[in-house]
């Protein structure tokens, strides 16, 4: 059997006024009355012996205070529990001192340590180390109180700058020496545990806190934390060949922020913004950049804060390129403007396909099928006779759109319900086709089908009739169905940073004051026991002194 | 048991004391006509010339009042009762019995049995003295004038508690033998006796007699606040007994002590006998003056 906490059992020396009171109550309060001829009828002739009731009394709060004492040296009977190995990490950075006074986090951090070596067991050991510039050992494996405390006094500060990762900061790596320390050090079936105390502004505190023989111990009271919540870029449809940064700056803290967040593209920092936000609350802003590359946009809060991942966002930006579009027509105006809006398209009309040139990506057939069809990817647009891929039928009754199909980013944005075509044939697919839209009957308005030579996208329409013209969606079918055969990436697309969010509530969770307890599953039983016992205990004291009790 | 040792550190009848006895005196005269509650001597029976009338002879009668043509004409024997003038005969009986050692009741008694006597005395009173517990333990027959003052005081001053047991019948029974014509008993006593007043004043009564009971009681007895564990040491007979006193019990002894001294005035009152019942708490000067003025208005009240 162990004793978790043997300097309780001072608490023992409680039994000695215990016992003086018991000595003392002896002797009852002598009580002079004239005669006896009164007293023998109010309480007869017979003597009443205190000295049984107060011994057994006495023997009753002896036991309550056995009891009380039993659990607070917490034995255990767990050869486990007795054996632990804990190095105490030390955060010695600069940011463990703004203050430079008893009140830093490095004293806190010290008072914390000597608190731990002072709750240590009797087989425990334990060994300190120092992050700072460089990791420190103290002391290594030592049950020995005294060296402890002399080696903890021996922590000092030991960083010039601020923990922003720059270098200030060891924590990481001296967590690995105490795993290795540990690993030597351990005995057979004893638990081994690394206490980092620390204010947490280090890269990689979230990780060391998941870890699970890691105790991070924030300290440093109350930091607040500025995070990079949403961070995402889209092409700029208003100036082509730009790009649109979105970021967005949540203030977790308690009090206002102001700082800067510098937006670096490719390393080079490209623009630095001045960051307001009050607490709880976000501060966004959208900013323009000219990425026609492409590459790597990172943003950067300036600020040391009680979390610094997510001070930091990066997205990688595809490159931009345009695309080589083809446009067969016999001059309707509605198709080949809504062609030349669309940005990043080097659109080339001809009258015939046999003018197509050879390096086009996409050809837009407009009116006009070939027979055979031309080889790659079409846009073909109010076919007027049948190819090797379809047949025209007999004329449509009804062309209203009235089920949409979105695939593949085809109709994205895109809202055909209810939109009437413009008089058109049936079209029946002579093999596997993708309706992307249909009328009530079934029949197919637009439709995808797949050929090794490229996909056919087919839309049975006119767009210079019916609504199909005056419709704003028909732009953005068009720049949907090139992007798609052009197998190019939309750019409207939000990319987001994935940013963790974290706050104090967390912090606080992972805070904790002692190392966990290894004893595990110890039986509840003795605890009920104790309990029981105590309350007989209390029930015995009442009836021997219930008389004085409720004067 | 005797607790002399703390009653007789400090003189008991000082300067002091004598000084507040001759107001006593003045304030008797003035405003109760010279009587000590409520008697004076005018028309005594027995003692004058007069013969009024005749009472059974009993032991320790004067044979000189037998009338013993009577006796020769009917064969029995009877007193004849005189009446006249006569002084009063007051007699002072202090009780000396352990349970007056219970607080200052003891000396509360003997000053107030102090003044009494000064007072009778200063009222041209015949004034004796006595101490009882089981019976009567020292006499001092009854005293005139103020020259014998200072004897009466020194009596009642060497007065000491004897230890024993209260017995009012028998003290009462050795009164009459000692005082067979009527005067005037006053009783200072706690009365704390087993087998009750009643009997004694009986004796008391059947001989003419006129009583006043001055029952006597320590603070702590009528209060008794004490509760828990409490080791009673018993005054009278000495015995030690261990209680737990609780409310309820308390409560009791509360309710019996207030039977008990509502027993001694009932036995007073179908007696016709005077009855005061008083604590050590105030001053004894005070105290006799109401005992005086209470006296002086039951004389005053149609019975």
Redesign the interface.
């Known amino acids: 059997m162990t004793l978790l906490d043997p300097n309780a059992i001072w608490w023992l020396l409680l039994a000695v006024p215990i016992a003086l009171v018991y000595l003392l ?1 002896l002797r ?12 023998r ?3 007869g ?1 017979g ?4 000295t049984r009731r107060r011994a057994v009394s006495a023997c009753c709060q002896l036991a309550l205070l056995a009891l009380l004492i039993v659990a607070l040296v917490e034995p255990t009977f767990s050869e486990r529990a007795a054996a632990r190995r804990i190095v105490l990490v030390i955060d010695t950075s600069a940011s463990m001192t703004p203050a430079g006074d008893e009140t830093d986090a490095l004293h806190a951090a010290k008072r914390r340590a000597a608190a731990l070596i002072d709750t240590l067991r009797r087989h425990d050991k334990m060994a300190i180390l120092s992050a700072g510039e460089i990791v420190r050992r103290h002391i290594g494996f030592s049950d020995h109180g005294h060296s402890l405390h002399a080696a903890l006094d021996g922590v000092v500060l030991d960083g010039t700058v601020l923990d922003d990762g720059g270098g200030g900061n060891r924590v990481t790596e001296a967590v690995r020496l105490a795993r290795r320390m540990i690993e030597t050090d351990v005995i057979q079936g004893s638990g081994g545990q690394i206490v980092v105390l620390s204010d947490a502004a280090f890269e990689g505190a979230t990780s060391l806190a998941a870890a699970d023989d890691v105790q991070l111990i924030s300290l440093g009271g109350q930091r607040g934390n500025l995070a990079i919540t949403r961070f995402a870029v889209r092409e700029n449809f208003l100036r082509s060949g730009t790009s649109e940064v979105f970021v967005e700056v949540t203030n977790l803290s308690g009090e206002p922020v102001e700082t800067t967040l510098l937006i670096a593209h490719d390393g080079r920092q490209e623009k630095v913004l001045t960051v307001k936000v009050a607490s709880r609350d976000r501060w966004s802003e959208t900013v323009e950049f000219d990425l026609p590359e492409g590459g790597k946009l990172t943003a950067t809060l300036q600020l040391s804060d009680a979390v610094t991942e997510d001070n930091v966002a990066e997205l990688m930006v595809p490159a931009s390129r345009s695309t080589r579009v083809a446009l067969v027509t016999q001059g309707k105006p509605v198709l080949r403007r809504a062609l030349e809006a669309l940005p990043k398209v080097q659109l080339t009309v001809v009258d015939d396909v046999e003018n197509v040139p050879s390096d086009v990506e996409v050809t837009v057939l407009d009116a006009v099928v070939p027979n055979p069809l031309p080889p790659g990817p079409l846009l073909v647009i109010n076919p007027t006779g049948s190819s090797e891929l379809w047949r025209l039928a007999q004329p449509l009754d009804d062309t209203t759109v009235d089920v949409q199909r979105p695939a593949d980013g085809l109709l994205r944005n895109v809202r055909l319900d209810q939109a009437y075509l413009s008089a058109s044939r049936q079209i029946v697919p002579l093999g596997d086709a993708q309706v992307l839209a249909e009328n009530a009957a079934g029949d197919p308005l637009y439709l995808r089908i797949r050929r090794p030579a490229g996909d056919v996208l087919l839309l049975a329409a006119d767009p210079d009739k019916g609504d199909l013209r005056l419709h704003e969606s028909f732009p953005l079918l068009v720049a949907g169905a090139i992007d798609s055969l052009s197998g190019r990436t939309t750019k409207s697309e939000i990319i987001v940073a994935e940013i963790p969010l974290m706050d104090h509530d967390r912090w606080a969770a992972l805070d904790a004051t002692e190392p966990n307890d290894a004893q595990g599953g110890m039986p509840l039983w003795p605890a009920y026991a104790a309990i029981v016992l105590a309350s007989v205990f209390l029930l015995v004291e009442w009836q021997a002194f219930h ?2 009790w ?2 | 048991m005797t607790t002399d040792a703390r009653y007789t550190e400090r003189p008991l009848f000082d300067r002091d004391f004598l000084a507040r006895c001759e107001r006593l005196a003045g304030e008797s005269r003035r405003k109760f006509g010279g009587r000590v509650l409520g008697y004076h001597g005018a028309r005594q029976l027995a003692g004058g010339t007069e013969v009024t009338g005749y009472c059974d002879y009993a032991a320790g009668d004067d044979p000189r009042y037998v009338d013993w043509n009577r006796c020769a004409r009917h064969d029995e024997l009877v007193s004849k009762q005189f009446q006249g003038d006569e002084d009063l005969q007051m007699w002072l009986l202090v009780d000396c019995s352990a349970s007056m050692a219970l607080g200052g009741k003891f000396d509360y008694a003997r000053r107030l049995a102090g003044a009494l006597a000064y007072v009778g005395l200063a009222n041209l009173s015949r004034v004796g003295a006595a101490a009882f517990s089981a019976g009567l333990t020292a006499t001092l027959p009854p005293q005139r004038g103020k020259r014998s003052v200072r004897a009466l005081l020194a009596a009642i001053e060497s007065m000491s508690l004897q230890g024993e047991d209260t017995d009012l019948d028998r003290t009462a029974r050795q009164l009459i033998g000692r005082q067979p014509r009527p005067a005037l008993v006053i009783v200072l006593s706690d009365f704390y006796d087993p087998r009750g007043v009643g009997r004694g004043l009986d004796v008391w009564h059947s001989r003419g007699h006129h009583v006043h009971l001055v029952q006597i009681f320590d603070p702590s007895e009528l209060k008794m606040n004490d509760l828990g564990d409490v080791e009673l040491s018993h005054l009278e007979p000495a015995s030690d007994q261990h209680v737990v006193l609780d409310r309820k019990k308390r409560q009791r002894y509360r309710e019996l002590m207030d039977e008990f001294r509502r027993t001694v005035r009932r036995c007073c009152r179908e007696r016709h006998f005077g009855c005061t019942q008083i604590t050590t708490e105030r001053p004894f000067d005070r105290q006799l003056l109401g005992m005086m003025h209470a006296a002086s208005l039951d004389q005053s009240t149609p019975a």
């Open positions: 109550r009852s309060p002598r009580h002079e009355v004239g005669a006896s001829m009164i007293w009828q109010v309480v002739d003597s009443t012996s205190p008389q004085r409720i004067l």
